[in-house]
């Protein structure tokens, strides 16, 4: 793993937590997204190095409503840079992590990305990125 790429966090309403984290970070976010396939609408602000993800559920049934109703509002999840997905995949699931998704998926943020149940990662959401080329 390179670097933490993003923090994700979720919240209940995209346009307020954007206004609250604007003033907070004195930016606006640079890119907002809907990812239609996991039910969610994404806004994202550089901070230096990194970036935080803020996630808001489009339906009831997506993982993000499901896991504010669980605990409400927060980080949600710590996504890592990777240079090579498939291999770091394989690597982790021999080592005994738990995958979520065992082959990377398109993600937001022109990424491919993959989950780590928080089972297997002291009960954290771990996702790996690699940028989509």
């Given at each position: 793993m390179n670097k933490i790429e993003h923090i994700g966090?979720?919240?209940?309403?995209?346009?307020?937590?954007?206004?609250l984290y604007e003033t907070l970070f004195g930016i606006p976010?640079?890119?907002?997204?809907?990812?239609?396939?996991?039910?969610?609408n994404t806004s994202f602000f550089k901070m230096g190095e990194s970036k935080i993800e803020l996630l808001e559920a489009t339906n009831a049934d997506s993982a993000i409503a499901?896991?504010?109703e669980k605990r409400g509002e927060g980080i949600h999840h710590i996504a890592y840079a990777v240079t090579d997905i498939k291999a770091e995949l394989k690597r982790l699931k021999v080592e005994?992590?738990?995958?979520?998704?065992?082959e990377?998926?398109?993600?937001?943020?022109h990424k491919w990305v993959a989950f780590l149940h928080p089972k297997s990662t002291k009960?954290?959401?771990v996702e790996l990125c690699q940028d989509r080329e």
């Open positions: 966090i979720a919240v209940k309403n995209l346009d307020e937590a954007n206004s976010p640079y890119k907002t997204e809907s990812v239609d396939s996991e039910g969610v499901k896991f504010i005994g992590f738990e995958l979520i998704n065992e990377p998926k398109a993600g937001a943020d009960g954290v959401l």
